[in-house]
Structures are given as C-alpha cells and as structure tokens.
C-alpha cells in the first residue's frame, strides 16, 4: 500500500548512550505487536467530580501529546533496549493509519524510535484513529476513541502478511496485543503467536472484557496487564482497597482456570502496582513524585516490564532473594514502576525524555540502583557493559 506523506517539523527521538541488553546470547530479540496507532485531544475537566451521563463541563484544553495504547508501549519498549531495524531489538508494530497528516506523522516518529513500520499501512478512506480524553484535576482520567477509523480496519491477513516481516526463530518475540484494533484481529493474533512460540503479552478494554473471555483470548496470554477499572469488569463488581487482596485471588483463580502459567500485573494507580509471578502476589507502592498526568502510565509500566523480561529479569522476586537494602530494584514489577514514575511527571502520553539515561538520573533521585540481571543488562551503543553506573 502507498505511505502519507510524512511532516518534517514533527520531533526526533534522541537515542540514548544507553540501552538494555542481556548479556551473551539473548532468548529475546524483538516485540510485535498490533493494536491502535492513534493521537488525542487532552482536556483537564474544571471539578473532581466524576463526569455525569448528561453532564455539560467546562475544561482547558491541555499543550500535550497524547498515543493510542500499541505506539506507547512499543516507543517505550523500542527506546529502553535500543530499538533498530538494521540489529539490536526488533521491534514491529502491525497497525494502520490515515492517508494524512496525522498518520504520516505517527508513522514517522515510531520510524524515529527505531521501529520498523513497514506493517503500519495506510486504510483508505478511513481516518487515522483520534481520541479526546479528559483529566480530572488530580491527574486521573479516561478516553474516548473513534471507532469508524483506520485502527479498527486492522484484519487478521495483515497479522499474517506480517509474519514475513519477523526474523526466525519467531519464537524470539513477545507478542503484544494491546486495545482500540478490533478484538477479532487481536485474538487471531495471539492464537497464531502462540503456534510461533512468542511470548504473549496482552491489555483489553473494560467493555471487552467478558467478550475476550469468552473469546478464547486468555488461553493464549502468557501475560496480562489490567488496571482497576479492567479488573472490576474482569470480575463483574467494584474493588474497594481493603478488599484488594481477595480480588486479586479471585482474578487469579479466573485467568488460571483458562491459562495455569499465566502471569498477571495489575496497576493500581497512587497504590503502585501488583503482580502474580511466582504463585503469589507481590506489591510494588508507586514513587513520591510530583504527578503531572497519569495518562499512559499503566502502558509505560507495561513496557518496563516488557524490557526487563526481554534481559532475563524475573517479574516478582521472593522475599527471601531480595537483599536487606530494599532500595535495589531487581525484579520487572520494580523496573515498571521506575519506567512509570518517570512517565508520570510529563504531561504526554509517551515521555519524549524517556531512555535509559534519564531513567537512571530518576532512579539515582529516588535513592534505588538497579541489581541483579538489571545491572547486567545496561550497556552502551557499541556493545560495552556498564553495569550500575556511578550514581545509581
């Protein structure tokens, strides 16, 4: 298919000194993934009070960029372990755009993380997806996304066509399903990743949650990300925080009915962050900082996860393996908080001042260090290991 026209004045990803890298030879190698490739419209709604069904309010209208769910996670992803089309990580997202501006646009910066955007086409006489969210004034928020647009002409052929696009062994990347591409596709997805042997990784909206249920999805999920608003439509009723603990076994006992290794993050917003790793559940609180905007936080947290699995760090690590200084990140869920921590002091969905350097900077504000695989997985561009850098 033909291409938009790309805009020169939209910004450039710096790449880093640093990146991600596991040592010797890596079991990962790249991401794939398919869902919405979009932009937004982001307003900070006048009053905390939750929006009413035939409720007219005023807000501002806010100087920020704002992604569809499958550009955050891969940018974050691409950036964080030194994305490139030619070596390195591979990492390829299956989506479409506009014939516009915007599309051009999108395209172009995922070009510029290090994404290798052949499998983002163009969907003819649809426009590229838009959503407008809205924030409530102590950073919380929600979204609403177009339907009649270029994400959601996304159809199971072009996972297929895109298969030739990966390098063997297929089983070398994870595989990313993620919301606002048509729930058909996403499933034909993962069914056809897991006959690959990738690793699959997957988020769905709260009003699809009981179709990708019933659907078939969950047995073909390695990995699951849910929020609060997506678990309570997981499980049919609200979860207050003193009852957090018995939701999480429920909604353990649900997914593992359908997928016993599956394992599970669950982001809680100022609570921090929860995963089901090791046969039990492990907290990670959120970091003191100062909150610009939550928006695209649980996708950011999401793609740290993503990076420290791809440089063989465990998602929860026992108390027992944990050293006495508690400030010494090394599992995934620790390493997804980091990542989101710093997302959330941007008021953009994907922090353009994320990378490996400027995570280390934050980590060493926060008083943590990065051990374990972690430390051994940051190298410069080149090739040379660093380990913990002076600081950190």
Not at 29 to 46: A, D, S, T, Y
Not at 63 to 90: E, P, T, W
Not at 340 to 355: C, E, F, M, R, Y
Request: hydrophobic share 40%; net charge negative.
């Amino acid at each position: 298919m033909g291409e938009p026209e790309a805009d020169p004045a939209q910004p450039q990803v710096k790449m880093a000194g640093r990146y991600l890298r596991r040592p010797g030879e890596a079991h990962y190698r790249g991401l794939v993934g398919v869902g919405g490739i979009g932009w937004g419209l982001m307003f900070q709604l006048c009053g905390d009070g939750t929006l009413g069904r035939n409720e007219s309010r005023p807000a501002r209208l806010l100087d920020c960029r704002d992604y569809c769910k499958l550009h955050i996670i891969a940018h974050n992803v691409a950036v964080l372990m030194g994305a490139s089309q030619a070596a390195g990580f591979h990492v390829v997202p299956i989506g479409k755009v506009g014939r516009d501006a915007r599309g051009a646009e999108l395209r172009e910066e995922m070009r510029g993380a290090g994404m290798e955007v052949s499998c983002v086409e163009v969907a003819e006489g649809r426009p590229t997806t838009m959503s407008v969210c809205f924030q409530y004034p102590d950073g919380s928020g929600g979204n609403i996304t177009s339907i009649e647009c270029a994400s959601m002409a996304v159809r199971p052929e072009d996972v297929d066509r895109a298969e030739a696009r990966l390098s063997p062994p297929l089983s070398g990347y994870f595989a990313l399903a993620a919301p606002e591409a048509p729930l058909e596709t996403r499933i034909h997805f993962l069914q056809r990743a897991r006959e690959w042997g990738s690793y699959t990784v997957a988020s769905f909206a709260s009003a699809e949650m009981q179709a990708a249920l019933s659907g078939g999805a969950m047995e073909c999920i390695d990995l699951l990300a849910l929020n609060r608003d997506e678990l309570e439509a997981l499980l049919g009723r609200s979860v207050e925080p003193d009852d957090i603990g018995a939701s999480l076994d429920e909604c353990a006992k649900i997914l593992r009915a359908r997928q016993p290794a599956m394992r599970i993050v669950v982001t809680a917003g100022s609570n921090g962050a929860f995963a089901l790793g090791q046969g039990r559940w492990q907290h990670c609180p959120a970091l003191p900082v100062t909150l610009v905007s939550t928006a695209g936080a649980g996708d950011a947290l999401l793609a740290g996860v993503i990076s420290a699995l791809a440089v063989g760090v465990p998602l929860t690590v026992e108390e027992s393996e944990r050293p006495s200084d508690k400030r010494v990140i090394k599992s995934g869920l620790e390493f997804g908080v980091l990542v989101a921590g710093l997302k959330v002091q941007s008021p953009h969905t994907i922090n353009p001042d994320l990378n490996v350097d400027s995570l280390f900077g934050f980590a060493a504000e926060q008083g943590f260090v990065l051990g374990g695989a972690l430390a051994e997985a940051v190298q410069l561009h080149g090739g040379e290991t660093v380990g913990s850098a002076p600081g950190l």
